[in-house]
């Protein structure tokens, strides 16, 4: 016996593989699109929200039909009676 080792036992070996380099399997496409998607989605809640969020302008909210209604009191009474339909 030399060092506390045993001569007759055989050492295992490391089976080593040819190098495949940096090629991208199918999983990795995948997980790059899930990615891709994802960021998608994040921006267009994002700027959905953003939308929807600024206030309106003065100008749209107000048509231009009701701008006569200050002027005549008979044609607020007439439009609210096609409203109720009488």
Do not use: C, H
Request: glycine letters at 6%; aromatic letters at 4%; a positive charge.
């Amino acid at each position: 016996m030399e060092n506390g080792q045993n001569k007759s036992e055989q050492k295992s070996v490391a089976a080593v593989g040819k190098f495949r380099g940096n090629r991208l399997t199918w999983i990795d496409y995948l997980v790059i699109a899930a990615t891709i998607l994802t960021f998608a989605v994040v921006v267009d809640a994002t700027l959905a929200r953003a939308k929807a969020s600024t206030p309106p302008k003065p100008a749209s909210m107000v048509p231009a039909q009701m701008s006569q209604l200050p002027d005549d009191p008979g044609l607020i009474k007439a439009r609210v009676r096609l409203a109720a339909g009488l």
